[in-house]
């Protein structure tokens, strides 16, 4: 059974930074393809940063030049580095894997909240 499990959340001050972690079990994480979604308040989700499995990064517009997702094969853990987080990033960030044959797969979420 695969299993995403974020960590990193919490409430940080317009200007700040967290690192949110994705820990993956039960997936071949080597061949899975990574991203980090986010759902703002009253709002759908929203793609912000996919890495493929070679490295290949995408961003959505408004993350990029603030965000870095990156991720570490032999820790099967990936990341996101936010910085310069304004309030508008306030939002679940979900954890998705997936691999070329399987199911999408999902987290269950890390808040994260900007105010001051």
């Known amino acids: 059974q695969v299993q995403l499990v974020e960590s990193g959340g919490g409430l940080v001050q317009p200007g700040g930074s967290l690192r949110l972690s994705c820990a993956a079990a039960?997936?071949?994480?080597?061949?899975?393809?990574f991203a980090w979604y986010r759902r703002p308040p009253g709002k759908e989700r929203e793609l912000v940063a996919y890495?493929?499995?070679?490295?290949?990064?995408n961003y959505a517009d408004s993350v990029k030049g603030r965000f870095s997702i990156s991720r570490d094969n032999a820790e099967n853990t990936m990341y996101l580095q936010m910085s310069r987080l304004k309030p508008e990033d306030t939002a679940v960030y979900y954890c998705y894997a997936r691999t070329a044959w399987g199911p999408a797969n999902w987290g269950q979420g890390t808040q994260v909240t900007v105010s001051s």
């Open positions: 890495i493929s499995t070679g490295g290949s990064t």
């Open positions: 039960g997936i071949h994480f080597g061949s899975s393809a």
